[in-house]
Every structure is written in C-alpha cells, then in structure tokens.
C-alpha cells in the first residue's frame, strides 16, 4: 500500500489502548507484542519499531521466508510438533522438496504454492507478501474494532457483483488460480487509474519494482502467474492488500465486510449516546417492545421472573451505581460502555 494512504500506525495503537481500557481489558495484554506477531507475521521484536515507523522493511524473500518459519513455529499440529514440509505441499499437490528454499531462505516459492501454504495454516491471503506495515496495520484493526452495496464490495474485492451475490448465497464460483489472479489484475488497472483516467500501462506498473513490462504480458493476457515478487510488486503499486491477487471469493468477500462493519460500528460507538449504547448492547428496546404487548397479567409474571433471575445472580436488592449496569454474563456489574473486538489469538 502506498505510505499516503496508510494508517498512522501509533495512532491506531492508541486508539487500540482507549478501546480496550474502556472495555475493561489491560492494553498491554491486548497490544502484547507476542499478539501482534501471532496475527501479523511479523518478528515480536520489530513490531514497536514498525509502529513507530523506524524499522526498515526486510527483502522480500527474507519477510516471506520469516513469516514461513513463524507459521510453522505457531501453528502446530495436534501433538504441538511443526508440520513437515511434505505435509503442508501434500495438501495443495507439491511435493515437500518444493518448499526446501522456502523453508532454507534461499528462494521464494511459486505463486499457487504461497497460495497453498497459507490456506493450509488458515490464514489470510496477504500473510506471506503483506509488507511488514500492512501486515502490523491488519493486526492493530483485528485488535480494536461505509456502504455495502455490491459496486463498493466488487471495488475493494476484485470480484464481480454477481459473483458477489453468489458468495453471499453460499455458492461462490471456483475459478482456477491462474484465472483469478488475471481478473483482479485487469480489475485494479481498470479501477485504479491514472490522474488522466487512464490506465497504467504494464511497463509503468513493473517499473515500480525493477521488472520489465514484458514480464506482466502473459499476466495480462492470462496466460500465465506472477511470480510471487511481481504478484507482491503488483499489490504494492495499487494499494491494496497482500492478499487481493490470491485471496479466493469468499475470504476476499468477508476481509471487505469486516472492515467496513468496523467502520461503521467504530462511527456509531463514538456518535451514539453512552444510554443508548447500553440499551443496544443488552437488547432493552427490543425486549421492551415486546413486553408492550403483555397483559397486567403478564407484566406481572416478567416482574418475578426478573427477581428470580437477579436473586439468582446475586443482584436482588443491590443497587446499580450511576455508571454500571447488570452484565447478563457475569455475576456482578460491569461497567458500561464499548468493548474492544478481537480475542485470544
């Protein structure tokens, strides 16, 4: 992505620590680095230095093959023993001798096969290329917390809007890897021009990462993949994510709503009024809604049955604090207000 259009990292943090202490969770232990590394790829020790914007990025084929061995590290099989390479590439037809360089440092592995490994360890689509700004960026968004329409979604996706609505419906159409790839190629050149609505010529988009244009045309034509430093080359001069060339539709589909639900939900937290927010989190309109249609007979059935549920929470007879409220989960009061979003890694 480019730097102008990135998130200011510190700011986003703290606004990850005001969210959690609010929400009644220690930033640190929200913000730990161990954490961030976990969702991000990225080494604990560079993440205060990326987020302070005083790490320099590593070469790609040293990110890559760093995020490789932390997958393998943290994400282990049932007895808590690394998978074996022959077992990670057997899931997506390779033989394990295809990521011996990868593994080793010394060479990046095929495109399909960046595909594979991250489908394999379950996670998303730009883990392997995603800059290590972009990578911690995603992570600080997991942590903390727009239009829906299917124009905006295909837009941010690469996918059609009626592969969209397929998507939605369950149904999302499989197109070869190959296929894909060149349909979100020729999608982001077609919606991310030049200043003169034009569109970037090959030769200008390899440019930015030292490669010929001659090296994108069979991309371009959809005769052939990227290799995995074009593939990354190509997402860094659009400005999008690590992941839009190889995410599949349904991961490509739900990263977009996320983000824009926490946008939203992010916007309505800070307009809304702190009694309404309270009413919302534990469903008082609703269940007052419905009650209005209840008989005095009725009402006064609802009433015991409240006293029973507070005498069984040891709530009977206690008064609620002007800043706290009865928490349906928890046997005490909670303090009211928004809760920070994301969990234990």
């Not at 990292?9 to 954490?35: I, K, N």
């Not at 990046?108 to 394999?120: E, N």
């Not at 009725?298 to 800043?323: N, T, V």
Request: aromatic letters at 4%; proline letters at 6%.
């Amino acid at each position: 992505m480019r730097a102008a259009a990135r998130t200011d990292l510190a700011a986003l943090r703290h606004r990850v620590e005001e969210l959690s202490e609010r929400g009644g969770q220690d930033p640190a232990q929200v913000l730990a680095a161990a954490r961030l590394s976990h969702l991000s790829g990225v080494e604990p020790a560079r993440i205060p230095g990326v987020i302070a914007g005083t790490s320099a990025e590593l070469p790609l084929e040293q990110r890559v093959h760093q995020r490789f061995l932390r997958l393998r590290a943290t994400r282990r099989d049932k007895n808590g023993r690394e998978w074996p390479l022959a077992a990670i590439a057997d899931d997506f037809d390779a033989p394990g001798a295809s990521l011996g360089p990868l593994n080793a440092g010394t060479g990046l592995l095929r495109l399909g096969h960046a595909a594979g490994v991250q489908r394999f360890f379950g996670v998303y689509a730009g883990f392997l290329l995603a800059d290590s700004k972009s990578a911690v960026e995603r992570a600080l968004a997991l942590t903390s917390e727009g239009r829906d329409d299917l124009e905006h979604l295909s837009h941010l996706t690469g996918i059609t809007p009626q592969a969209i609505r397929l998507t939605l419906d369950g149904k999302p159409p499989r197109l070869p890897l190959k296929e894909q790839v060149h349909q979100r190629f020729e999608h982001l050149r077609r919606t991310r021009v030049r200043e003169d609505g034009q569109a970037h010529s090959l030769a200008a988009i390899a440019k930015s990462f030292d490669a010929s244009g001659q090296s994108l045309t069979r991309l371009a034509q959809g005769e052939g993949l990227p290799n995995l430093a074009a593939a990354a080359g190509i997402q860094r001069f659009f400005g999008v994510e690590g992941g839009f060339l190889l995410a599949d539709d349904a991961e490509a589909l739900a990263t977009a709503l996320t983000a824009l639900t926490r946008e939203l939900e992010s916007a309505e937290r800070r307009q809304e009024n702190p009694m309404l927010a309270v009413m919302r989190a534990h469903d008082v309109r609703s269940i007052v809604t419905r009650a209005g249609r209840l008989s005095p007979r009725g009402w006064k059935s609802l009433a015991d049955h409240l006293d029973d549920l507070l005498a069984r929470e040891g709530q009977l007879g206690r008064p609620a604090g002007p800043d706290t409220v009865a928490d349906p989960t928890t046997a005490g009061p909670t303090t009211a207000g928004p809760t920070a979003e994301g969990g234990t890694p």
